[in-house]
């Protein structure tokens, strides 16, 4: 599976962003997308995600409220929506996929991974 991110971009605080997410190759091992951040220093943080199968979706508790993951499983496409974005949400974001149908927090269960997109927050 090959992943595909883009619409990272400098934004003022309160302000919004959209990323997109498009697999490529062997689409079907692509049960779970998601996403995940790294800040400079920080371990990579987990997002959001949600099932192929069910559209079940999945939020790390600091994006609650704000973020909004959706899918188009005909594109094979992702979207992350981003409200109401914060300066702590400056990082450089990753699109990940995953075979097995259950979501984890974990980066070390994602098997296919994108080139990072930096969002960047801040007046």
């Known amino acids: 599976v090959q992943l595909q991110a883009s619409g990272g971009g400098l934004v003022q605080p309160g302000g919004s962003l959209r990323l997109s997410c498009a697999a490529s190759?062997?689409?079907?091992?692509?049960?779970?997308m998601g996403w995940f951040r790294q800040a400079p220093g920080k371990e990579r943080e987990f997002v959001t995600s949600?099932?192929?199968?069910?559209?079940?979706?999945y939020y790390g508790d600091s994006v609650k409220g704000r973020f909004t993951i959706s899918r188009d499983n005909a594109k094979n496409t992702v979207y992350l929506q981003m409200n109401s974005l914060k300066p702590e949400d400056t990082a450089v974001y990753y699109c990940?996929?995953?075979?097995?149908?259950?979501?984890?927090?974990?980066?070390?269960?994602?098997?296919?991974w994108g080139l990072g997109t930096q969002v960047t927050v801040s007046s």
């Open positions: 990940a996929a995953r075979s097995a149908d259950y979501n984890s927090p974990s980066s070390a269960d994602w098997h296919y």
């Open positions: 190759g062997r689409t079907f091992s692509s049960n779970i």
């Open positions: 949600i099932r192929r199968s069910t559209g079940n979706t």
